[in-house]
Every structure is written in C-alpha cells, then in structure tokens.
C-alpha cells in the first residue's frame, strides 16, 4: 500500500485552475469513485461563466430551455442574489443527461472545482443512474434533444400565433405544472426524432378524438326514461395537464403539443422533487468522502483540505429551530448525516442499531448503500433508515399546529418513546402526498355546458390557499368553458369551493385573457 | 481524459430573451417604479441605471397549494427544552417559520428587486415620446456642413497644392529616374581616376567615357525638378455637422404663492424634460432662470431651494431668455428648448406682454417651448392668453399639473409623438 502512495505525485495546489490540473483531478476522483464501485454515465465537464451558470440556473438548470419571462425572473433574481454574495456555493448545476454535464464556474478556486466534480460527475451521476425513479421517469439520452425540440417548437408558435399567445397558454400551463405528472405510469421514452416524427400523425389523431367526445349530433332517440350515464372521465384523473391535452375541446393542436411539452418538461423533474434528501446527501456523502480517500492517499494539499472542509461545513449547517436563519430542515445536512450514519451502522453498529436495522448492521457498506440508493425516495427512505442516533444528534421534535386549538404542542421528541412517531412524522413531511394538495379530475359535463369540475380532498382538514382561485382561472383558460373545483366535506359530500364561469357563447377558441 | 469544454465563449447572454420578456410583461410596475426613482435626484443624475423594486405579490405564478389552516405537524431541529405533550403559545412558526408553510417558492411577501441597466431605465422611461419638431431637426442637420481635411489628391485647384508633398514627390520621382545615370557616371569617374594613370595608353578609352559621361549629364539634367505628375493637393471634404448640442431653458416663477410642493413638482417636470433632450443631444446645457418681479439666471440649487416672495412678473423671465439666446446660444448652432414653471399668477398687464414676446420674438428661436401651469385653481389671465398663442404656434404647449401624479401623463401629451 505504502509503495503506492509514494509512487503517485501530490496534485496541483493552489487557488488557481487550469484545464490540465482539473483533468488531474478528474483522473483521481474518477479512479477513486470507481474503486468504491460507483457506477456513472460518462462525464462531461463544462468550463463556463457566471452569467452562464445564472442563465442555466434560471432555465431550471437546463441547458436548453424554451423561452418564458418566469425564466427571465429567475435569472434577475439570481442575478442579485449572486452579487450581494448570498450565493456561490450552491453554484453547481449537473444534468442528468447522458453522458453527464457537469458545470464548472470559471471564478472558482481549483479546490471547489475539484469539489464540484466528485459532488455533481460522480455523487449526482451515479444517483441519476441509480435510483428507481430517475430511471423510470427519465430519459438521460434523450432528454438534451427533447429540450431542442420543445424549444423550437414553441418559437415556431410564437412566430406563427404571437408571443402573447404563447405566453398566456404557458403561463396556464406553469399553474398546472405540479398535477402535471403521471405517478404511477411509466412514460414512454423521449426522441427528438420520434417525438418530430409523431407530432403531425398526434395533432390529426388528438383532435379526432376531442371531436368525437364533443360530437354534437343528436342523439338517436330511445324510449327508455333518461338512464344514468356513466360519468366522464370513468375514473379521477390525478394528471390535469394530460387530461386537458387530450380533451380540452377547444385547444388548437399546437396548444395541445404545447400543454404537452410542459408536461413533460414537468415529468422530467418530478424525481428530483422526491429525492432530494438522498440525491443531495449522496453526493455529499461521495465528494466527501472520495476527497478524503485522496487526502490519505496522500494526493492533497493541506491549504486544499482546509478550503474543502471550509466549504463541506458550510453547506452541510444545520441551523437550530430558534436560530434567526432557521429554514426549515437541511436536505444536505440531514441527507449527509443518514448516508455517514449508515454506513456506521453497517461498519460499527450497536446494540440499538441491531435491534433497529437487524438487516443491514453488520452488512457490507457498500452493498448496503447500493440497495438504498437504488430503491428508496425520500419519504421511503427516511421511513426505513433514520436512526434514533441521529433524531438525538438533530434534537428533533415534533410540533402539532391545530389551528381549533388555541396552543402548539409537542407530539413527539427524540427519547425512547418518540422515535418511531417522529421518523414518521418526518418520513410524512416529504411525502408529496401530504405536501400538496391532493386535487382529481371528477367529471365533465359532457351533454350539457361542457363544464369540468375538480375535486379537492383536503388532508389534515387543510383547505387551499388563496391562490387556488388564480389557478382555477388559468384552468378556464385551457379548458375553455366554466371550471369548478369541490372541496370534499368530512362527511363525504362536495362542496363548491371555487367557479371560474365561462360561458358556451363567450369561449373564444381558448386563449382569451381572463385578466 | 476527460471531456472538458470550454464553453465560456459561447452564447453569451443566453438570458436576453427571457429578461426582456420580463420587462415586457412587467412594464406598467417597473413603469411605476422608474417614476418613483428619480425623485430626491438632481436634474443633471438622473442618468444612470437604477435598482427597480416592484411587488412580490404581482408578479408571483399561482398554482395550487394547501394554506394554513387545518392541522400541520412538522418537525424541528434543536430541541433545547420540550418534552413530548408540552403546550407552547402559537407564534413558534415566527422562530421556525419556513417548512411547508412558506410560500411556495420561498419569496415571502419582500418586493422583487432587481437592477436596470442604463438603457433599459431610459427606454422604459421615454418609451412613446419623441421629440418634437425631431423630423425639422434631422433635416436641419445635414444642411450644415464642416470642411475637414481629409489626405491629399493628386488633383485640385492650385490654392490648395501641398508643396511639402509635391517636393517630396518631386525628390523622390528625381531619385528613381536619375539613380542609375548617377551610378554609372560614378562608376565612369572611378575608371578614369584609373585609367589616367596611364592617359597616353588609354586616352582613346577615356575619350568614350568622357564622352558617355557627357551624355548622362546631359539626360540627367533634362529630369524635371518638379513635375505635374508630383503635385499633392491637400484633400477636404464637406461633412454634415449636426447639430448635436441643445440648451434648456428652465422658467420659474420664485414668487411667494411657489411652495416646496408647487416647486417639486416643477423640478420633477424639468428632470423629466433633461432626460428626454439627453437622449437626442450629445450635448446638453441647462440655464435656469428664476423669477419674481425680476428675472435672475441661478445655478440649479438657488433654483430650486431658495425662496423668494412678493410679485410675479413673468415676462421679465422671458426677456431675459431671450436675451441670454441672443448672447450665448445662436439658433443656428443651438437647439433651444424653453420650459415655465408657474402657478399661473401673474400681473393683469403683464400677461399680454408675454403673449408679445413669445409670439414676436421667443418661439421663433426656440424648437418648443411648454408652459405648465402647477395649480388647482382656476385658470387665469396668463393662462389665456397662452391659449391664444398655443392656437398660433405648433411648437408651444402648455397643460396644467395638479398634482405630482400627473407630472408623468402631462409630459406625455406635451412631449407626444406626433403621428407621421
């Protein structure tokens, strides 16, 4: 072993980066991340600016993106943000794309590029590849040229039926973005090629379809008493952009591709929204723990150690509830510290532990984290593998806010009898079950006034926030004739909670401004 | 090795599109806003860019989530004194706050604030106006003309022959053609230095040469000194000057019925007014003339911040524009702008003495000239008579301002752009 380190040189040192020396680096962390079994798409580093890494921060971290002024809001506010200092370290973007697009910022030290190499080319890669939900719902291959796709295809439309147009049927579009997605159906893969190909045959198809549902010939006259009809949709639809591109009666066909594209933009990124603890642990976990491996083997510099160690604190902070920058819960910390208590409980596990995780204490590490990297999201994972060590080491508590009660009280704390109630409760607050509101397609009027009503099923008595009405108009918008939203009652009826009314002579074709 | 690519020199400002969407979509708040800005500045400051704040709640993007009400359990980190079943008062979310319950994309209720560049602070600010009279001015350009030398021509009028170039040329030419005959009589004069040695055996020899040298002579002096061919003339060329340089006159009435509110007012109409000819002028003089019962020309503070009282004269004020117009600011190199602040006030006789000098003298010289009237009240003599002269010439405006708010739409509708 020692004849190895002293075979290999120290790495360069220094605050100042060049090509050669990142490739150095990348060498190393590329050998080391391969001896602990990580397994990545091929890696592509990208030098670029810090106007750049705004732009590709504004454009949700995509490298290509259609064009919307929340984009341009995005990359003023960043902009300041950077400027005044508040940002920098989070100044890495990687995208899950193969090969992987790793973004290095030019003003960086050599130690924070290396750093962003092991976090984002290795740490992130190999999740992205990894985990159930990433390679279910994404299509690292493809992804690049949908977004080229997508992003001509709207500038078409806006040449073709003005920016305005367009705009407004995005901005419609944003407020749906997060009932958007398919949870539990796998969409079929994405190809710029195919995707170009199918869209002429989709538009003709859709919009036979959309006719035939709308058809308005009589129909045939029976001589039974009206006999109850089924209702439209047969089942609750969760996805309402999906149902909106499909059977929103008035949309042009390149709304509809539009409504679509949107949708699966969203698609795209509803992993990410799941797993942000692990994702973002994991690479945490690996950019330490590969650089450290250098470290002993002698490759690093003190002064880079130093630097490192400066900035892995700083990131991994988690503030106390009453501290004045508390912000809730730190993916990064919490994330971290279950991956390293993970691996503790594999490699020195308790007495506890082996009564908490009988099957991984004692169990080979790596084997281990593979297995839950690649079959957990956050809620899951939480639920599964926080141990009572770290609910002490965090000092977690539990608060109930009741608001027909006139105090706040603890329902859990980090002693013997609130550990499993508070990984629960915990394991809840990332469920996005819990975190947004469960709100379905319940029927549509199909004979009558072509009206689609919603259902709210609010959880924890919680109802919507104001803004539901804003959003309820957008719907009215794509949907094109009056819209209603129920609020399901404890004793199981529904209420009408909010009405956007359109009326039959007054729907344009769908892009009149409700503003 | 890796593949590393540099992709800092590509595609620079990739966000241009997306930001001028923004600013299109946001124009009536960032609009506001510019407005607000420039008050507290000086007249000459206003032109820089700007920190712009607009609201939060305007510009957020809805969508649906669950609000605060009904029953929320969350977790904490940093339990320092709670048992489990401890009843705690209700603002805990004021030291917690965020969690689920923060507003969606964690922008709270806080303005946006964001930074407009120089020229987008400008355009936002005189999107629709245009100068008056622009079209005159442009034409009026190109009628006046500068000379300006430009290199030198190989024809021209003899005034203008460069004899510096030309003897040059010539010496040069003379060098050229005359160079070889040099050289080879040198060449005869070094033979012969030998050959003399010995006349007697080569005399026949120097004989030719003599003779040859004689003839170069000959060819070398028949080279003209100076030649058509070498003369030089110096080039000039007329350019369009334009007239880029506009002076402003600012006119207020100092009297005592002005108060701090009727002069803020005025300033904010007057920043507006050298905001709007810095845009169309390189270069731009402002020269306030204060007034009571006499005109006194003042630097921008006096202007604005001293107090004055008794009666009003108004037409003293323009005698002396007028005045320093004919001293300072030839209408042929000057586009001449006039501004008057008043609250209308003025003496009976005095108003159609205004009427007199505006008509006869002072809107001849000037490009445009608006009066504001800076009242509630009703309007007066001076008013009046103005009405009659705004009828007589197109390049005199005047409206009336109540209030600051209407400082804004009243420079418009004076400072419109006038349908082509």
């Not at chain 2, 070094?190 to 040469?209: H, M, V």
């Amino acid at each position: 072993m020692s004849d190895i380190i002293l075979e290999r040189k120290k790495l360069p040192s220094g605050a100042e980066w060049s090509f050669e020396a990142i490739d150095a680096y990348h060498e190393e962390i590329a050998r080391v991340a391969a001896d602990y079994g990580l397994d990545t798409y091929r890696v592509q580093i990208e030098m670029i600016t810090s106007e750049q890494m705004m732009d590709a921060y504004a454009s949700v971290g995509m490298p290509v993106n259609y064009h919307h002024w929340t984009f341009g809001k995005q990359f003023l506010a960043t902009e300041r943000q950077y400027k005044r200092g508040q940002m920098g370290l989070a100044y890495e973007i990687v995208i899950n794309s193969d090969p992987c697009i790793a973004y290095l910022m030019e003003e960086n030290t050599l130690t924070m590029q290396a750093l962003v190499i092991a976090h984002a080319a290795y740490g992130h890669n190999a999740f992205f590849k990894g985990n159930y939900l990433f390679r279910t719902w994404t299509s690292p291959d493809a992804i690049v040229d949908y977004l080229i796709f997508a992003r001509n295809y709207i500038a078409q439309c806006e040449e073709r039926h003005g920016v305005e147009a367009v705009e407004e049927l995005l901005d419609s579009c944003h407020a749906l973005m997060n009932l958007g997605v398919d949870r539990y159906k796998r969409p079929p893969k994405l190809s710029m090629a195919k995707e170009r190909e199918r869209q002429q045959e989709r538009e003709a198809y859709l919009q036979s379809q959309v006719n035939e549902l709308w058809r308005t010939l009589p129909e045939q006259e029976t001589s039974e008493a009206p006999r109850e009809r089924p209702r439209f949709p047969p089942e609750p639809q969760e996805n309402l952009l999906y149902f909106i591109e499909k059977h929103a009666p008035l949309l042009e066909p390149w709304q509809r591709e539009i409504v679509r594209i949107v949708r699966k933009v969203a698609q795209y990124f509803f992993p990410q929204r799941q797993t942000q603890v692990m994702n973002e642990g994991w690479a945490s976990f690996w950019h330490y723990t590969l650089l450290n491996t250098l470290y002993d083997e002698g490759l690093l510099a003190d002064s880079f150690m130093m630097e490192f160690l400066h900035s892995h604190s700083s990131v991994l902070y988690q503030p106390n509830y009453n501290d004045p920058w508390y912000n809730g819960i730190n993916p990064y910390a919490l994330g971290f510290a279950m991956w390293q208590d993970i691996r503790r409980i594999c490699e020195q596990p308790t007495d506890e532990d082996r009564a908490w995780f009988p099957e991984i204490a004692g169990s080979d590490w790596r084997e281990t984290f593979d297995f839950a990297m690649r079959n957990f999201k956050d809620e899951s994972f939480i639920a599964q593998f926080l141990s009572p060590k770290l609910m002490r080491e965090f000092k977690f508590f539990a608060v109930v806010d009741d608001d027909e009660k006139s105090k706040l009280s603890v329902s859990a704390i980090h002693d013997e009898h609130g550990f499993r109630a508070l990984r629960e409760r915990l394991s809840n607050q990332y469920n996005l079950g819990c975190r947004e509101p469960n709100i379905q397609i319940w029927n549509v009027d199909v004979r009558g006034d072509r009206s689609l009503t919603l259902r709210y099923q609010p959880y924890n008595r919680r109802p919507l926030a104001d803004s539901a009405e804003e959003v309820m108009k957008h719907l009215a918008r794509l949907w094109g004739f009056t819209v209603r939203l129920e609020t399901v009652q404890p004793d199981g009826s529904a209420r009408v909670s909010y009405e956007c009314r359109r009326e039959k002579r007054h729907a344009g074709n769908g892009g009149s401004a409700q503003r | 090795m890796v593949r590393i690519i540099d992709r800092r020199f590509d595609s620079k400002k990739k966000s241009t599109v997306n930001r001028q969407r923004f600013m299109r979509r946001f124009k009536g708040q960032i609009r506001r806003a510019v407005s607000d800005a420039i008050e507290g500045r000086s007249i000459r400051d206003l032109d820089s860019g700007e920190q712009i704040s607009i609201p939060a709640k305007d510009l957020s993007e809805p969508s649906f989530h669950q609000g605060r009400e009904g029953v929320w359990e969350q977790v904490f980190s940093g339990n320092d004194r709670f048992a489990e079943g401890d009843a705690i008062d209700r603002p805990l979310s004021g030291e917690g706050g965020g969690g689920s319950k923060a507003s969606k994309d964690g922008e709270g209720e806080d303005d946006f604030v964001f930074a407009l560049s120089r020229e987008e602070f400008l355009d936002i600010f005189f999107e629709d106006l245009a100068l008056p009279n622009l079209v005159r001015t442009q034409l009026a350009k190109i009628t006046e003309f500068k000379s300006r030398r430009a290199g030198f021509t190989s024809d021209g009028v003899p005034t203008n022959i460069n004899v510096v170039r030309s003897l040059r040329g010539a010496l040069g030419r003379r060098m050229a053609l005359g160079g070889p005959l040099a050289a080879r009589v040198r060449e005869i004069n070094a033979e012969l230095e030998e050959l003399e040695q010995d006349e007697i055996a080569n005399a026949e020899r120097i004989k030719a040469l003599k003779e040859e040298r004689a003839n170069l002579r000959v060819r070398m002096e028949a080279i003209p000194f100076i030649d058509q061919f070498d003369l030089r003339y110096n080039n000039r060329v007329k350019e369009p000057q334009p007239v880029t340089q506009a002076v402003m006159f600012c006119l207020m009435d100092v009297s005592g019925s002005m108060d701090e509110h009727k002069k803020s007012t005025a300033k904010r109409f007057f920043m507006l007014l050298y905001l709007f000819l810095k845009r169309n002028y390189e270069h731009i003089e402002v020269v306030f003339v204060r007034h009571h019962t006499i005109a006194k020309e003042v630097d921008e503070n006096d202007f604005f911040y001293s107090r004055e009282s008794g009666g009003t004269v108004v037409s003293s004020a323009l005698h002396m524009m007028t005045d320093i117009i004919r001293e300072r600011y030839s209408p042929s190199q000057w586009n001449i702008y006039g501004a008057q602040a008043s609250d209308g006030d003025n003496w009976d006789n005095d108003s159609p003495l205004c009427y007199k000098i505006l008509d006869e003298e002072l809107l001849a010289l000037v490009r445009y000239f608006a009066y504001i009237e800076i009242t509630a009240g009703e309007p007066q003599n001076l008013w009046r008579q103005y009405e009659a002269l705004s009828e007589r010439h197109p390049n005199f405006a005047m409206q009336r301002i109540e209030s600051l708010e209407d400082i804004y739409p009243v420079f418009r509708e004076l400072f419109k752009k006038e349908p082509a």
